[in-house]
């Protein structure tokens, strides 16, 4: 495991990167973390996640997105495009890397690490697209959240969402985006694990990644979890289908 930071706008993003014992010409993914998380992820699974990959050949980056972890930046200047734009630098910063092979990289994402995963996918050409509940609904709100969220910007300035602000920035720059037009374009295999309680990500945003996506998708179900994947046994199955998706597209 090595340090791997770089410059974005100003802002130092602050990662590491996993590689395999014999790293030359290998292939790599960039792993991006949920709303307020940082490159370890819940439960350490993105630590978890990297090592196995690693083990089998497939460099993978943890990073920290801007305002998080030990990243430059303010969270409160949170927006999805912002994410989108660091997602793309680390890509690229990665096929830059001596031992990565530039084209053999891959995306993957949790929560609305998943959604800007989605979306840069469509700008960069990857091998596989991985979605752990992704929160498409972040930037596709019905009527009533909306209303709350923007009730809560005008009466407290932010937006409480466990605990971290969302600002009106970041909903101004959600207005502009569309997670399945924008995301369309990406026309590689696609992974995309839930749980069947998870509140994020429900049955009408789900038959939209189907229609997007099409046969590429390759949903996987986790029966009595939520959001985040809360039993030992399910982090392990997810750690696993996730190391074998990626490692055979790779």
Known sequence: MEYFDIEHDGRALRGVLHLPAAATGVPAVALCHGFGGNRAEFGYTFVRLAERLAERGVAA???????CGDSDGDFDDLTVSDQVAQALAVL??????PAVAPERLSLMGMSLGG???QLAAARRPVRSLTLWAPAAGAVDMD???AKRRADAIAEFGYDDFGGLPVRQRFVDDAE????????????GPVLLAVGTEDFVLGPELLERYRSTYGDRLHRHVFDGVGHGFET???RERLVELTASF???RA
């Open 92 to 97: 690229d910063a990665l096929a830059a890397h």
């Open 176 to 187: 502009g985006i569309d997670p399945f037009a924008d995301a369309a374009a990406y026309s």
């Open 246 to 248: 990626i490692e055979r």
């Open 115 to 117: 959604l800007t995963a």
């Open 232 to 234: 030992v046994s399910a």
């Open 61 to 67: 980056c943890r990073f920290d997105f801007a305002g």
């Open 143 to 145: 009527e009533a959240a």
